[in-house]
């Protein structure tokens, strides 16, 4: 094996030289691992194996040998696809509410329409009129356009959320957004830029800060808040100068600030571009101090040197482990020069890179000295010049996004492979931590589902925090929180996480660092990779589950009112106020290009403000049921309220009576869907009156009525005539009735719904 190599087979390392993996996709770990012959605790986690070497993670350095103990789907990556094969996806919330809904609307409907038509039959109606009615009664109780209608809000949905940079890749998925109560989120690359940054350099002159983000090489040094000119700072220099000399990153071509061009390992790039803050170019450095020889890092030194041609001289540059590096010194560079390092100077460069490293900083240490030949021991009698710390910073949008997940009542968690004092700090710098007393859950607390006792998953519960995460842990997490009730959102780029994506109520990938496999085994891919798309996309869910119960309700509401009213007349022993044709008409016309309408709204904009739904919540609660009832009852009484002044006040015909109560009932129905507003919002100025396809929807079925009773043929096949300007004004006024009772209905607690 070779740096290079992509690994095909898991291997026992069997030999190594200065052998490094990068194994972010396979553990999350950021940071390229040291490989090293000797045994380890078979229960180590993934993160821990020195000694191995995991198919599809690939070499950045050395080179070694292995012998190959697993191959296909015994392979570590292997058993990561089994557990995504296994990992049960269930049937959205959504899909479990419709289908529910679906079931209890079939016997009601077959309820209403057999004692409806008996009750006909039995006050000496005609028997085919009755089975006629029964049918069309049956055909308008259950809402035929909710599926399309339901269909039609999706796929609205998923149109504005890849507006926002999220795909959606399951259409039920978008509304289970609006639910999530858990958003399980892997650190690196999600919460993190993966990419490691020098954020602060620590010299015998104190401690220096690194402004700028990523591979960007534009940075400001401050130090006690005030700006410096590095170039001025000798000790600032030599630092930076030692980290871009002892440096194998490189820029290929192209301009240097192209993030595509940087090659190299994450920890020297970092390096390089620090020094390129500081207008430090290794090509320049490199003319002006040739390279003549490198001792690579290696696993017993934890260091790494340069020797380059200094005039007739050779200057050595190291950098590595700070232990290291501080065993092989026996001078510090001060700002008066280089001094003797004592042991008490020693102990407290020591507690200030523990210091650092609690901090979550990486830390490496630089040194350096002058030889006049390149044949001596590089890692001897060393002048120590500082620390550099470096960091994978948050992305710059994860607070604020973790901060309105928070307000709308969600909680986030961080899971890594990483260790636990980088995964507290990071928790800190995005908001998920108050200090270091914030409980971190190590992986191996999680030792199986099974052997968890009630006080240890309670911990699970109420921890944000996880630190070396296995896949299999994972799951086990998802479990736990869907056990609890949650809807749980799982976050991920890796191939490890794909397992953990398929299990999740919604799994969301990266998009530009995802894996193929965490795109395909994902519900939501996000183009942008940023976590603050997520909150949009929770957002949109809410409006959409918002829509889909408005257009039910509206649905709902109006269907029972033309049963209520043909059941009426039916008890009553009243001529058909209505008829099947009409009814049907109805239902197909009226009642979906509203209900339409209304699943396209853009939603209420305090819809973040809320909790999440309980996940028991049905998509019709009890209160939702009763303010059915209500609304058809007003529809109901408005219907028969026209029916009587056609028959007595205006002395109309009963074709012409029936054609009142027909043109009322659907007026009405157009009206209600104005009921359809929050309580919270304006009479005139709402989601509803704001929503351009409400209008267009209400104009487009009053010119239908109007076809439906002047056009020839389809006024014959509806058994409608024309009312009279009289029978127009009963019409207008019986069925704005629903719309003034909606309104004063919006002032008490029924009209919450």
Known sequence: LEGGDVISADLRVIKASRLEANESALTGESVPVNKQLEPIEAESPLAERASMLYKGTAL??????????????????????????????????????????????????????????????????????????????????????????????????????????????????????????????????????????????????????????????????????????????????????????????????????????????????????????????????????????????????????TFHQDNDHYYVAVKGAPEAVLDASSRLLTEEGEKELSDDVRQQWLEQNEQMAEEGLRVLAVASKTVNQQEVEPYQDLTLIGLMGMADPPREEVQDAIKACQEAGIKVIMVTGDQPVTARSIGRAVGLANGTETRVVHGQEMKGLDHLSDQEKQNILETAILARVSPKQKLDLIEVHQKNGAIVAMTGDGINDAPALKKADIGIAMGQRGTQVAREAADMVLKDDSFATIVAAVEQGRVIFDNIRKFVLFLLSCNISEIMTVGAAAVADMPLPILPLQILFLNLVTDVFPALALGVSKGDPSVMKRPPRDTEEPIMTRQHWGAVAVYGVIITISVFGALGLALYWLQLEQQQAVTVTFLTLASAQLWHVFNMRERESGWLNNEITRNPFIWGAVALCFGLLGLAVYLPGLSDVLQVVDPGLNGWLVVLGMSLVILMAGQLLKLTPLGKV
Not at 255 to 283: F, W, Y
């Open 60 to 305: 950045t350095r050395g080179s070694g040998e292995g012998v190959v103990v697993a191959t296909g789907m015994e392979t570590e990556l292997g058993h990561i696809s089994t557990l995504v094969e296994e990992a049960e996806k269930e049937a959205t919330p959504l899909e479990q509410r419709l289908d529910e809904l679906g079931h209890k609307l079939v016997w009601i409907t077959l309820a209403i329409a057999a004692i409806v038509g008996v009750l006909g039959i039995l006050g000496g109606k005609e028997i085919l009129l009755m089975i006629e009615t029964a049918i069309a009664l049956a055909v308008a109780a259950i809402p035929e356009g909710l599926p399309i209608v339901a269909t039609i809000a999706l796929a609205r949905g998923m149109q504005r959320m890849a507006r926002r940079n999220a795909l959606i890749n399951r259409l039920a998925a978008v509304e289970t957004l609006g639910g999530t109560s858990v958003i399980c989120a892997d650190k690196t690359g999600t919460l993190t830029e993966n990419q490691m940054t020098v954020t602060c350099i620590t010299v015998a002159g104190g401690q220096i800060e690194v402004s700028g983000e990523g591979l960007q090489p534009e940075g400001e040094f401050k130090q006690d808040g005030q700006p410096l000119d590095p170039m001025e700072h000798e000790l600032l220099r030599q630092a930076l100068q030692v980290g871009v000399l002892c440096n194998n990153a490189s820029f290929s071509t192209g301009s240097e600030d192209d993030n595509e061009n940087v090659i190299g390992d994450p920890v020297e790039t970092a390096l390089l571009v620090a020094g390129l803050k500081a207008q430090i170019n290794r090509d320049d450095l490199l003319e002006q101090m040739p390279r003549e020889r490198e001792e690579a890092f290696d696993t017993d030194t934890k260091m790494m040197a």
